[in-house]
C-alpha cells in the first residue's frame, strides 16, 4: 500500500505551499498537476479550456500510474483540485495505485484572497494556464468549493502561513486507526 495525501483545493489557495510543507517533514514526493500538465503543454501544444481539462486529466492518470511503481510503503502527495475529475474516477485511479491510508488535505482561503493570488502569479505561470482575467470565476467557484470528505480531512485554512508543527500533527493524527475497543458485557 502506498499512504496518499490529497492536498485539494481551488487553484491558489495554498496547496503547493502546504504540499512542500508536508513533503519536508514526511520526506515524501509531491506530485503535481500543474507539472505533468505544463510539460504535456510544452510537447503537445496549448489549446482551449476543453483541450486544457484533457491533458489535466491525462496528468491525473500518469501520477496514480506512477504511484502504483512506487515501492511498497512509498507514499506520495498528490497537489491538485481532486473535484475537478469525479469520485468514482479518483476512486479508480487510488485503487490501481494500490493507495492507503489517505487523508484528504483541505486547504481554503476567502474567494477574494484565492483571485488575487491568482492575478497575482498569472503572468509568471505557464501560458498554457487560464490568464489573469480567469480571477472572478475562480472566486466564485472557491466561494462554493468543498472537501470531497470520501477520506480522513486535515482542514488548511491559507490566508497565514499554517503552523508547521500543528499541521504536521493533525496529518499523523489522521493517518493513525483509529482504535476500537470491545465491549464486554459483564452478565
Not at 158 to 175: F, G, H, S
Request: hydrophobic share 45%; glycine share 6%.
Amino acid at each position: 500500500m502506498h499512504p496518499v495525501f490529497l492536498v485539494n483545493g481551488v487553484p491558489a489557495s495554498g496547496k503547493s505551499t502546504v504540499a512542500a510543507i508536508i513533503a519536508r517533514h514526511l520526506s515524501l514526493p509531491v506530485l503535481t498537476v500543474d507539472t505533468i500538465k505544463e510539460a504535456f503543454f510544452d510537447h503537445l501544444g496549448i489549446g482551449d479550456r476543453d483541450y486544457s481539462r484533457k491533458l489535466g486529466r491525462a496528468s491525473y492518470q500518469a501520477i496514480f500510474s506512477s504511484i502504483a511503481g512506487f515501492p511498497d510503503d512509498l507514499g506520495a502527495i498528490v497537489d491538485a483540485w481532486h473535484k475537478f475529475v469525479p469520485l468514482d474516477v479518483l476512486e479508480a485511479h487510488l485503487a490501481r495505485a494500490k493507495a492507503g491510508p489517505i487523508v484528504e488535505v483541505w486547504c481554503h482561503a476567502p474567494p477574494e484572497v484565492c483571485a488575487e493570488r491568482y492575478r497575482a502569479r498569472a503572468a509568471f505561470r505557464h501560458p498554457g494556464h487560464p490568464p489573469a482575467g480567469y480571477a472572478p470565476e475562480l472566486a466564485e467557484l472557491a466561494a462554493r468549493a468543498t472537501p470531497i470528505g470520501h477520506w480522513p480531512i486535515v482542514d488548511v485554512e491559507t490566508l497565514e502561513p499554517p503552523d508547521e508543527d500543528e499541521l504536521i500533527l493533525r496529518i499523523r493524527k489522521a493517518t493513525t486507526p483509529v482504535e476500537r475497543t470491545r465491549h464486554v458485557n459483564p452478565g
